[in-house]
């Protein structure tokens, strides 16, 4: 019975493709504490309501936008003029 092996020139250029995956999904998070609940932070419409959200998928060279307000550490937050 004849085996076959993966050919392993096959295998590292599979693996240093998966390396700059992270650098190729690079872009823009949004965080907006209005946006509706179960956002991906793709778009303003499906913002994350927080910023620890963004920063849990975050990846180098990502950028952060977040809707104007206050949000604090533990996910609250105060609306521009609001109390």
Do not use: H, K
Not at 41 to 69: H, K, M, S, Y
């Amino acid at each position: 019975m004849y085996r076959r092996t993966a050919n392993p020139m096959v295998v590292v250029a599979i693996a240093l493709v998966g390396l700059g995956s992270g650098a190729a999904r690079a872009g823009i998070i949004y965080v907006d504490a209005d946006a509706p609940p179960g956002g991906n932070g793709l778009t303003w419409c499906t913002a994350f309501r927080n910023p620890q959200a963004a920063l849990g998928i975050a990846v180098a060279g990502d950028e952060i936008r977040v809707a104007t307000g206050t949000y604090m550490p533990d996910g609250g937050y105060t609306p521009v003029g609001g109390t």
